[in-house]
């Protein structure tokens, strides 16, 4: 069953305060909807809404036309990140047809409130049917370095944000830097851990286990930012 099926689409009414609460996402390549503590869906960028839920119909109608058991993954792995103290849980859950993705759910917490921004990696280069162990013939006989290890603050900022999706343009914006200055520091990273191009990053990041941290730092700087903005810290 696919959640494509033809209905005609309802306006989601969205707060003011919502609409500023989650500006910092309209921005990114990557498909962004935003659930509030009670379960609703209050926010989605157009990138969602183009990839993910089509025109067609609402948010909530999209997600109650999904696979049942899609459904009850994002739901569990959404208690879980809720539940704990945890700020990033990710899950391979969302496949539809040729469409193939890990959802990354990121908690935030403004003041009291716990929002969870569901965020789909669309451009996934691996499959989940490949074992680590395989991709790390890929890269057997180098030297193995950590990221947080061997980079610059400056530059592990912006690693970690330009491989968990998002553009130089919005890196650029959000670190206070020129869009050259982001891509000078990606291209430093590719010389000092000694990989060739995004693509073969992406493969050695999942390879030795290096991904969930590079995300879960990527959304750390964002939530600082959020909180920054509204002057709560």
């Known amino acids: ?31 962004v909807c935003i659930r509030d503590g009670n379960g609703n869906f209050i926010f989605n960028n ?5 990839f993910i839920k089509g025109f067609e119909y609402s948010v909530d109608v999209w997600f109650k036309k999904l696979p049942m058991h899609i459904q009850l993954e994002l739901l569990k792995c959404e208690i879980d990140l809720l539940s704990n103290s945890g700020s990033v849980v990710i899950s391979k859950a969302f496949m539809e047809h040729s469409f193939d993705c890990y959802v990354l759910l990121q908690k935030i917490t ?16 691996y499959s989940g049917e490949v074992l680590i162990p395989e991709l790390n013939k890929f890269f057997r006989g180098r030297e193995i370095k950590n990221p947080a290890l061997t980079l610059e603050v400056n530059v592990y900022q912006t690693f970690c944000l330009y491989f968990s ?13 020129t869009r050259s200055a982001s891509k000078k520091r990606i291209s430093k990273a ?14 050695f990041l999942r390879a030795n286990s290096f991904l969930h941290d590079v995300h879960k730092y990527a959304f750390l700087i964002i939530r600082e ?5 509204l002057k709560l810290i």
């Open 190 to 203: 590719y010389t000092l851990l000694n990989i060739n191009g995004k693509d073969e990053m992406l493969l």
């Open 165 to 177: 999706g998002f553009s130089h343009e919005f890196i650029s914006g959000l670190l206070g830097v």
């Open 46 to 50: 157009s990138v969602f809404t183009e």
């Open 110 to 125: 403004i003041g009291d409130r716990n929002f969870t921004a569901w965020l789909f990696l669309k451009k996934v280069l």
């Open 1 to 31: 069953m696919s959640a494509r099926d033809p209905i005609r689409s309802s306006v989601i009414s969205q707060s003011s305060l919502t609409e500023n609460l989650f500006t910092i996402f309209t921005s990114t390549e990557m498909p």
């Open 225 to 229: 930012k959020f909180l920054v903005n």
